[in-house]
């Protein structure tokens, strides 16, 4: 074996150990209850101060103790759940890996991940069926395993750029996937009317709003509680208002 061939045998493993998610080894086909893709955005509208509320609320929504009960309230306890952000219909990061969220620990590990992500996009247009599209490409790319799948899109304004936001919703929830909304209305007053008509789709599908990016971490914590903690026997729930009513 040559000394080139030599380190890179040395190496691999120290690697592939840097690479791990935060919150513990993600085993591949690890079976869990949901896999979730927070899907955020960071186009144009959303200046810093407004992101970082965003950033900030998803953050200590996964140190919640509620959120914490709603994620050891399924039969594997435990999820799996990554983050992007989104602009234009190409422009995408995945900000935090897949991360198996399984107790206290690991769930505010996440959190910290997302408080400690930057900001990659700062604009490009507003594509959330580009958001849709990339969020499949994540769940095909997932090394875990699920009944459920979804996609949930913050956001404050409508789809202005990229293919057909009703065409990306529709072959999200043919390939199996809800898609759950929370639209920010700050800048765009009937956003929540927009997202119910073209936006969320799939079993159980809703959509929370946040009246404003102050209202934003609220809004976070009620979701992902309904969220993660959604049955089969649930009823569908894409009417907001039935879901506030409905929330903890």
């Not at 040395?10 to 079976?31: I, K």
């Amino acid at each position: 074996m040559n000394r080139a061939r030599l380190r890179l045998c040395v190496l691999l493993p120290l690697v592939v150990a840097l690479l791990l998610p935060a919150g513990g080894p993600a085993q591949a086909q690890t079976n869990v209850d949901l896999q979730l893709v927070l899907a955020v955005d960071a186009s144009g509208s959303v200046n810093d101060t407004r992101f970082e509320l965003q950033k900030q609320g998803y953050a200590a929504a996964f140190r919640n103790p509620q959120v914490i009960k709603a994620i050891m309230s399924g039969g594997e306890q435990a999820i799996a759940v990554t983050m992007m952000q989104w602009t234009g219909p190409f422009m995408h990061v995945q900000v935090v890996p897949w991360m198996l969220l399984k107790d206290a620990a690991s769930a505010r590990a996440f959190g910290d991940a997302i408080a400690a992500s930057q900001r990659e996009l700062f604009g490009g247009g507003t594509s959330i069926s580009g958001a849709i599209d990339q969020s499949l490409l994540l769940l095909s790319q997932s090394p875990f395993t699920s009944q459920r799948r979804a996609i949930d899109i913050s956001g404050d304004g409508a789809n202005t750029s990229g293919r057909s936001i009703t065409k990306a919703r529709d072959d999200a929830v043919r390939n199996g996937v809800s898609i759950n909304g929370l639209p920010i209305l700050s800048l765009e007053p009937l956003l929540d009317t927009y997202y119910y008509n073209y936006v969320i789709g799939g079993p159980g599908a809703f959509m929370i709003p946040a009246a404003n990016y102050e209202n934003f971490a609220d809004a976070v914590v009620k979701k992902l509680i309904l969220e993660i903690a959604a049955n089969e026997d649930r009823p569908a729930m894409k009417q907001w208002g039935a879901v506030l009513a409905g929330t903890p």
